[in-house]
């Protein structure tokens, strides 16, 4: 008898929310337009008319959602992306499927990272120990929006969860050079060989140790250079003229004590190796 009610209101929420489809889908977009997402109400008051099973309306709203979102004839359908994917989220938190879902299309289909990190900021308030969200967001930031800083903002949070992979410390630390933070970039990286779990990491991060070292003296000597053509029509013969004319103390070496390559016609200072092959 009880097996038969549970079936019972099982189909009539399938009924409901399938009128609810076939109602919405009747409304003319052409007058208000994204109306079939307009009228969705929030997830917080849809949970009371779901019989007891908001993560079977969840399911199913979440699968409109995608069928919705593949329809490009409907100019206006990214305006209420945010909306549609909050629903999915209050009736079933936990459900994760719909936070990536939905970051996906927000970034490669409205083209709007900001959408796409309000719904894994959501995915991640509700689900604070799945470091998955921060580090897409993190990803999305720093690969799509150049935006290093926020990245590692985020990276900084994924790295904090129990199981975050052990390469996430290598990206928040490599965020800091890309903003051209080199202070912090040698301290994140130091801090990586020191405690490296194996030989591997160990050499990743020496090599990104020499790259920030080269690049800052790369920085200080061509300025230097530039100056000195500045001064005296031309370029230095050597990196010695930069001593002897007082814009430098010494000429610095690489992080594996050898000189770096100068090339007096055109200015520039380089590594005699590709840091990645030492």
Known sequence: M????VILIIVLSLVSFLG????IDTINRTKVPGSSIIYIPSGKYLKYATFGFPELAADLIYLWAIQYYSDY???????????????????DP???DPYQIGAIIAIFEAKDLDIAFSILDRGFKKNPDQWLFPFLAGHYAQMLGNDFQLARSYYKKAMEIEGAPEFTERLY??????????????????DIYKNAPNERTR???SNHLYNIKATVDKIALEEAVA??????????????????????????????DNDYVYDPETGEV?????PWKR
């Open 73 to 91: 004839s409907i100019p206006d359908r990214f305006d209420y992306l945010d909306h549609i994917f909050s629903i999915t989220a209050e009736l």
């Open 20 to 23: 609810l489809k076939v109602y």
């Open 270 to 274: 380089s590594t005699a190796v590709i």
């Open 173 to 190: 630390a490599n965020a800091a050079f890309k903003s051209d933070d080199y202070q912090t970039a040698w301290e994140d990286w130091l």
């Open 2 to 5: 009880k097996k038969s009610k």
């Open 203 to 205: 050499k990743i991060a």
């Open 227 to 256: 100056k000195y053509k500045e001064k005296f029509g031309h370029n230095p013969e050597t990196l010695n003229r930069l001593v002897e004319a007082g814009y430098i103390i010494s000429v610095p070496k690489d992080l594996d």
């Open 94 to 96: 936990k459900y994760l």
